[in-house]
């Protein structure tokens, strides 16, 4: 039988990213909220840019806080404290424009009766659809591409953190790129890695340290292979990074976030966001459940949508895809997840444990496949329920 050989690529960024930068002020604020009042509505977007940050949105809370503080902070843990810096965390002004969540939105939201609302339950957040994906290429049961790609910024973090490397920036975004046979991996053909560095180190030596230090100390060594590229910092010097390089904004990570492009996406963004939102918490369950077929080899490979609309308690529709790669027919296994689990967002918000100050745990090297037992979507407590429920 011939051999179905393909490549899939997919990247990740590193926390000093101005795009990583905003979300993890955004989801800063969110768990200073939700660390006063559980019950806060969150939704805090970031802009930044030079030496500018703007922190907006609706939050409704009971909460006292200061953003300047929060936003400084938050850049502070991140790096950007370099002399050099023109975005450095004692320097850049914050602008504060938030307001209160719409009393329109509130009402479909809250566990309570409105007029024209058709249920006293509370409802979803938002309109929209969501996706869970899993799959068993890794032990985080996510897809290999962007399990390595998180790898490699995670550890440049590490090193950099540490300060025995101090030319090490910030800013930094990594790439993967890997050969599939028959579905599965086989190798590495291409590997890229961009690091913000000191303008005194030579490029010589940062293409040796990301290629001895970083790539083959964190990818499979089975993997890599005489034929592996390695791409390092390809445009040749990048000095200039972070907001002072280019624009940062929450949420314009979402492929990042979630599954590196092997899984769909619904659009919605994550970070700033409480759970009420269902574009984070839905989307969460929908990992908890697609993690949970798989952990329980009722397929190798599962993927979940649900839709729901503004203010209404039910989702409209839940799917399930297993690719052909189920062990009964995906309606079987669709019938068994909703005796298992419950998709009303109350509920979601309840079995995951969500009004908890979590979510800067979630912000950077993506929301999924860690291994944090605060991040409740990613256990695998229902493999013997979804059995049985099998049968």
Same mark, same amino acid.
């Given at each position: 039988m011939a051999k179905n050989r393909y490549i899939f690529s997919s990247e990740s960024v590193g926390e000093g990213h101005?795009?990583?930068? /905003?979300?993890?002020? !955004?989801?800063?604020?969110?768990?200073?909220?939700?660390?006063?009042?559980?019950?806060? +509505?969150?939704?805090?977007? *970031?802009?930044?840019?030079?030496?500018?940050?703007?922190?907006?949105? @609706?939050?409704?809370?009971? /909460?006292?806080?200061?953003? #300047?503080? %929060?936003?400084?902070? /938050?850049? +502070? @843990? %991140?790096?950007? #404290?370099? &002399?050099?810096?023109?975005?450095?965390?004692?320097?850049?002004?914050?602008? #504060?424009? #938030?307001?209160?969540? !719409?009393?329109?939105? !509130?009402?479909?939201?809250?566990?309570?009766?409105?007029?024209?609302?058709?249920?006293?339950?509370?409802?979803?957040?938002?309109?929209?659809?969501?996706?869970?994906?899993?799959?068993? &290429?890794?032990? @985080?049961?996510? $897809?290999? $591409? %962007?399990?390595?790609?998180?790898?490699?910024?995670?550890?440049?973090?590490? %090193?950099?953190k540490t300060g025995t490397v101090p030319w090490l920036r910030p800013d930094a975004k990594s790439q993967v790129s890997v050969v599939y046979?028959?579905?599965?991996?086989?190798?590495?053909?291409?590997?890229?890695?961009?690091?913000?560095?000191a303008a005194d180190v030579s490029h010589r030596e940062i293409e040796k340290f990301c290629i001895e230090n970083v790539i083959k100390?964190?990818?499979?060594?089975?993997?890599?292979?005489?034929? *592996? &590229?390695f791409l390092i910092n390809p445009t040749g010097r990048f000095v200039v990074g972070g907001p002072q390089g280019d624009t940062g904004l929450t949420g314009r990570k979402i492929i990042v976030d979630s599954y590196g492009g092997s899984g769909r996406h619904g659009g919605g963004a994550f970070s700033g966001k409480d759970p009420t939102k269902v574009d984070r918490s839905a989307a969460y369950m929908g990992r908890w459940v697609a993690k949970n077929v798989v952990a329980a080899k009722l397929a190798t490979k599962c993927e979940l949508q649900f839709a729901y609309a503004i203010g209404h308690p039910d989702p409209v529709s839940v799917h399930v895809d297993t690719f052909g790669t189920g062990i009964v027919s995906d309606d079987r296994i669709a019938r068994a997840i909703n +005796?298992?689990?419950?998709?009303?967002?109350?509920?979601?918000?309840?079995?995951?444990?969500?009004? +908890?100050?979590?979510? !800067?745990?979630?912000?950077?090297y993506g929301h999924f496949g860690k291994s944090d037992p605060a991040l409740t979507w990613e256990r695998t407590d229902k493999v013997v329920a979804l059995t049985k429920a099998l049968r």
């Open positions: 101005p795009d990583k930068v /905003a979300d993890t002020i !955004s989801d800063a604020v969110l768990d200073a909220c939700l660390a006063q009042d559980k019950f806060s +509505r969150v939704a805090c977007e *970031t802009y930044v840019k030079s030496n500018i940050v703007i922190v907006g949105g @609706e939050i409704t809370t009971k /909460a006292k806080l200061d953003f #300047v503080k %929060i936003a400084r902070t /938050a850049i +502070r @843990e %991140i790096g950007y #404290v370099n &002399e050099d810096d023109v975005f450095h965390a004692d320097k850049v002004f914050v602008n #504060v424009i #938030v307001t209160q969540q !719409s009393p329109d939105i !509130s009402q479909g939201v809250d566990a309570r009766k409105a007029k024209g609302k058709k249920t006293a339950k509370q409802g979803a957040g938002d309109q929209g659809l969501m996706f869970g994906y899993a799959c068993d &290429e890794t032990r @985080e049961l996510m $897809p290999a $591409p %962007i399990m390595f790609a998180h790898r490699l910024g995670r550890e440049l973090t590490r %090193i950099r046979e028959n579905g599965k991996p086989v190798a590495i053909s291409n590997v890229v890695i961009s690091t913000q560095h100390k964190v990818l499979p060594k089975r993997l890599l292979t005489n034929a *592996t &590229e +005796r298992v689990f419950s998709f009303q967002p109350a509920d979601i918000i309840d079995q995951l444990n969500l009004r +908890r100050p979590i979510y !800067s745990k979630t912000t950077n």
